[in-house]
């Protein structure tokens, strides 16, 4: 059975939190550059899941807590 997986990554270059379901190359939607997932560390995968809905409602909720604690950082 075909599973397609949804990671939560944050980019290695620009540390954008976004979702991937590709299984080999990460590649960042903010400054388009491109990473081979060799390993966890690579790309940095945060949370893996198999509903999409729950991907996208993790990552919201992850910028906004992130965006309260780093508040005036970025
Ligand atoms: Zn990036």
Do not use: W
Not at 17 to 41: G, I, M, P, Y
Not at 49 to 60: G, K, P
Not at 61 to 70: E, G, H, N, P, Q
Request: proline share 3%; aromatic share 12%; net charge positive.
């Amino acid at each position: 059975m075909f599973m397609l997986t949804y990671k939560v990554c944050r980019c290695p270059y620009c540390g954008t939190v976004q979702l991937s379901t590709a299984k080999k190359t990460f590649k960042c939607v903010r400054c388009n550059k491109t990473r081979v997932f060799t390993s966890k560390l690579s790309v940095p995968v945060i949370k893996e899941f198999v509903n999409s809905r729950h991907a996208t409602e993790f990552i919201l909720k992850y910028k906004k807590v992130k965006a309260k604690s780093l508040d005036g950082f970025n």
